[in-house]
């Protein structure tokens, strides 16, 4: 599948604000991990985003915490959002596998910056 232009915006911004999310928590890079895979064929990217740091048990806090920032820091380009998918999970989890493990088609991401907008 090739990626399209726009998607690959949106996995470098969304990736960067999730960076950002990380940050605002004090945690060190080596607490947190963001995957994702872009699907062209459906128009949507799926983002995984791992942290020490999140409580197994209370995923759905977790996953609203982080959800809210990302309204929030997108605030002035809701639309950034509509085509991402997002599942938050613990270190913990991701390391027992089953249910929880990262499927091969998802890649892992870091960048130093967003990609230009004009992109």
Do not use: C
């Not at 940050?23 to 872009?38: L, T």
């Not at 929880?100 to 230009?116: D, K």
């Amino acid at each position: 599948m090739d990626s399209k232009p726009h998607l690959t915006r949106i996995v470098s911004e969304v990736a960067w604000a999730l960076t950002k999310f990380a940050e605002s928590e004090k945690w060190e890079k080596s607490d947190y991990w963001i995957y994702y895979y872009e699907n062209s064929d459906w128009d949507y990217v799926h983002f995984i985003f791992v942290s020490r740091h999140f409580d197994h048990d209370d995923e759905r806090a977790s996953f609203s915490r982080v959800w809210q920032y990302l309204v929030n820091y997108f605030r002035d380009d809701p639309d950034i959002l509509r085509p991402v998918t997002l599942i938050v999970s613990s270190k913990a989890e991701t390391e027992s596998g089953g249910l929880h493990s990262i499927g091969s088609q998802f890649q892992e991401y870091w960048t130093p910056a967003p990609v230009s907008q004009t992109t």
